[in-house]
């Protein structure tokens, strides 16, 4: 019998939302039994002197993607379980979308070698806006199905294509029902819809939860129709006023999330969701408050209340021990009882056909170029659309600009923060490169990018010209995954994710590393981003966000629903 008692600990009970002075006893693995501290202790029995420190149930993402840090799901567990995160809800879409469901069935095999309690949604929506972009994977009905049968699997993922959900289209209603009749959580992802078409997405989905908001008043109104909802911290900067949120709903159907937006670099540096509880605390939530949505109320929504969530006799003892509530920083985490100090987990062997996913072929140069209208060739400027990034999260906006017309083919503007955006079909080998222009993100010389545009994972590069794109997209090509700064045709610095050509197994400090070396280089270069790597992956290609995106079909307004011309026939 494995047995110790934490002693004369400060127990965050976030179920009564309250700190109180406890004696905790854990047995094989999970909470015993919990006493007024100063009692008795049996003799030759292990103690852990807790006092003056604060013991707190284990943290829980309530909603990420591991892909998205660039990680499997064994160097992920070790990055999250080293600042207090002992739970997280799974959405394994972009994997999926690379090599189909069995991407799923891959990262489950290596989550259950890491301590991290991962539990899996379904992904239901492979490729997430059908008709808008090219997928390798396009994910079948039976493929859904079959997932909603692993006991690892608890869920149906984000319903994001709100199109063919609107329309009702029967693939995906087959989905959603199937869902249902197993009782399963449906997670929703639905931004910037009209109230009444708001109303419907909820209505035919069936979604108990939501995490893609453009601002408070939306997940105002989302949350006074029911739902639950994720609140997001991403490396990006914070997206809405957390703490009005948290008066104006008493913390009720509020979880925190990360979306997987978080970087490597930010988590080993300042924590997962305990970085975000940190933040919370710091607006002006009670810590109890700020913790009970990190904990109890994610476990309640997904029906794991019963296990973990909580410190009450009978449940897993995940807990973590932090030295404060002001600024807290978890400095132990435990899980089934054991102390999670130091440990690396084992990684899994991936198979060939997840280790070789890019197809695509170096472009020439020419095929870069952003041609003048007909009709307009004579002129000599032209207007333009725009991909605006936004500070602070994942919205683009569209945004229109005058640019010189040279001998009919439209040239980036660097002096102006007016660079290109190429993205290349990477799945079958026979994808043209699409162009168009960002403005935003500041790069003086040189190109940067990779193999990650959400979310059908194909190459997207954002470049000063088209000679150091082609390096970009040359290299990526070469180690069949991976993202690469290029300056004058040299590779500068790069991170290779061999892994579907999203993820490497190597560990997070290394990682870490090598993504502050591609930073250092970016900044050098004029670029002030906070997350470079990120506005690849979201901001550019995410057609499933609004308000303007390049996919591998072209220049798509995503509010209107159809794509638009990159230089336009109007008069300049």
Known sequence: MREFYLRSANL???ENRAIRKADIRVVNGRFASITEAGGRMPAGVNIIDCRGRFV???LIDGHTHTELSLLSAAPFAEMLIRSGTTAAIIDPHDFVNVVGMRGLGLLIREAKGAPLRGFFM????VPSTSGFEDGGIK???DDVLDALERREVIGLAEVMDTARLLRKEKGIMSMIDAAKKRGLVIDGHCPSLSPRDESRYFALSGAKTDHESTDATEIMRKHGKGRWIHLRRTSLGKEYPYSGIFRETGAERLMLATDGCVSPVDVMENG???AFVRDIIRGGVAPAVALSVATINPARCYGLDKEIGSIAPGKRADFVIAPAMRGFRPEKTFINGRDMDGVRFERLGFPAYALRTIKARTPRTDGLAVRVP???KGAKTVRVNVIGIKKRTLLTKKQKTVMKNSDGVIHPDPSRDVLKAVVLERHSGIGRPQAAFVTGFG?????FGGSIGQDCQHICVIGCTDGDIIGVIDAVIKAQGGIFYVKCGVVKAGLRLPIGGIMTDAPPAEVAGKLKGIEKALRRNGVK??????TLSLRITLAAIPELKLTDRGLLDVRAGRFVNVAERGAA
């Open 56 to 58: 707190a149930p284990g």
């Open 443 to 447: 790069l003086k010389a040189g190109a």
């Open 12 to 14: 965050v009970d976030v």
């Open 139 to 141: 994910v079948s009905v």
């Open 122 to 125: 379904a992904p239901c929506c």
């Open 374 to 376: 007909k009709g307009l």
């Open 529 to 534: 981003d906070a997350v470079p790597y990120l």
């Open 272 to 274: 997962h969701i305990s």
